[in-house]
């Protein structure tokens, strides 16, 4: 299966401050990324398809301009969380999509 | 709209036992579906893949059942190890489409005890 890296693997930042995390594909390219948020004791929640060379496609609830997401190689996908709040506290998880998915060790993002 | 159901309650077994773990789905019959492990702080790891016009599937000590009447799949752990212990999550395809976008249900918590 594929190798998916996540940096950083957890961030603690003050509030209204933006973090981004990026998520690398390691041996294979990826056109197609996911980004998943997961609060504890609950499941994975699809936040938006990443597209290499065009925008991303957020699922319904998603603020966009919130949540921002740039695909600019077929190994790297970044996810920026503007203006962090603690509501946006949680563990973010990036995963590859080939012939399943293939997930990334996910960040721990933690607002103070 | 689609729902995925797994057992929020733990599943507690002796080691040496089998483990049967339940996915239950509504309004939707999908093409295929999927099981993930799942440890603390880390992210899914894909077991296997089941598609709809199989009944059955199997990964060395894993069993996969699915029956598209039930609407409903069982993942089974034969011989469980402690090592076993995890959340389980199953996946299916999103009514809505999308190549590979995949709705998770919430996991059921699996402990193997010695």
């Known amino acids: 299966g594929a190798v998916v890296s996540q940096h950083p693997s957890w961030v603690i930042c003050k509030s209204g401050t933006s973090v981004k995390i990026e998520c690398r594909s390691l041996d294979f390219q990826a056109t197609t990324m996911f980004w998943y948020r997961q609060f504890p004791k609950q499941s994975l929640m699809l936040m938006a398809t990443?597209?290499?060379?065009?925008?991303?496609?957020?699922e319904q609830g998603v603020e966009k301009d919130k949540f921002l997401i740039n695909h600019a190689s077929l190994t790297l996908s970044t996810l920026t969380v503007t203006s962090a709040h603690p509501e946006d506290s949680s563990f973010y998880i990036c995963s590859e999509s080939l012939d399943t998915q293939y997930f990334g060790p996910g960040t721990r993002l933690t607002v103070l | 709209s689609q729902k995925i159901e797994q057992n929020s309650e733990a599943l507690n077994i002796q080691e040496g036992k089998t483990a049967t773990l339940t996915c239950n789905y509504t309004n939707y019959s999908p093409a295929y579906l999927q099981w993930y492990r799942q440890d603390p702080g880390r992210g899914p790891v894909f077991l296997l893949l089941i598609r709809e016009n199989e009944k059955e599937k199997r990964k060395e000590r894993l069993k996969v059942t699915f029956d598209t009447t039930l609407k409903q799949s069982l993942f089974h752990i034969t011989a469980s190890q402690p090592a076993d212990s995890a959340t389980y999550l199953c996946?299916?395809?999103?009514?809505?489409?999308?190549?590979?976008?995949?709705?998770f249900g919430a996991g059921t918590r699996l402990a193997v005890h010695p």
């Open positions: 996946a299916l395809p999103p009514f809505s489409g999308g190549y590979n976008k995949l709705i």
């Open positions: 990443s597209n290499e060379g065009s925008k991303a496609t957020y």
